[in-house]
Each structure stands twice: as C-alpha cells, then as structure tokens.
C-alpha cells in the first residue's frame, strides 16, 4: 500500500481531484483535510496558509500512473507529491486489490 499526500488551496477543488482519483481507479479512497500550511515559496516564507490535505490511498502498482495523472490535473505549478509505503492488513487490503486491480464497471 501508497499513501499519496498533496495539498491545493481550495476545498472544492480538493473534493473534484479526490473524486476523479477514485473514478479513474488510480486510488481505492481519498481523504480530504483542512490544514494551515508554512512553507517557502518564490523567495518568502508564505504562513498560515489555507490549505486542503488529500490523503490518497493506493497500491504500489498505481503510484506512477496516480502521479502522472496529478501532474496533468493538479492546480500548483509545484505541486506537492509525497508518498510513503504503508502497511495495509485483511479486509481492508482485499477491498483495495479488488477495486483497484479486479472490479470492472
């Protein structure tokens, strides 16, 4: 199991990505976050900055295609990609496999 975090600035925009990213099967579930963000950007430091956190969880085997995907869709010029291998256990790890590698609409 992935879990891919990103961050855009607006909720709604948040919640279409989270959306497309499970229709489009590159991710079996998204969760979407407020968060404050601090961060340096174009020769600042930007503070409390609005943000929404998208918790995107997949398989191993989706990661580039999700990447690509989020390159082509996402709003920031640079956007936010960090995934981190995570441990996934029983049912919740067969319902991935099952939507993401075997259920066909």
């Given at each position: 199991?992935?879990?891919?975090?990103?961050?855009?600035?607006?909720?709604?925009?948040?919640?279409?990505?989270?959306?497309?990213?499970?229709?489009?099967?590159?991710?079996?579930?998204?969760?979407?976050?407020?968060?404050?963000?601090?961060?340096?950007?174009?020769?600042?430091?930007?503070?409390?900055?609005?943000?929404?956190?998208?918790?995107?969880?997949?398989?191993?085997?989706?990661?580039?295609?999700?990447?690509?995907?989020?390159?082509?869709?996402?709003?920031?010029?640079?956007?936010?990609?960090?995934?981190?291998?995570?441990?996934?256990?029983?049912?919740?790890?067969?319902?991935?496999?099952d939507y993401l590698?075997?259920?066909?609409?």
């Amino acid at each position: 199991m992935i879990i891919l975090f990103t961050t855009v600035d607006n909720e709604a925009k948040a919640k279409e990505l989270a959306k497309k990213i499970v229709e489009e099967k590159l991710a079996a579930c998204v969760s979407v976050f407020p968060v404050e963000s601090t961060y340096f950007w174009q020769g600042k430091i930007c503070e409390n900055e609005k943000e929404y956190m998208l918790i995107i969880k997949t398989l191993e085997e989706k990661l580039n295609q999700l990447i690509n995907w989020l390159k082509e869709h996402h709003p920031y010029t640079v956007p936010e990609l960090v995934a981190v291998k995570a441990e996934a256990f029983g049912k919740y790890l067969e319902w991935m496999k099952d939507y993401l590698l075997k259920w066909i609409p």
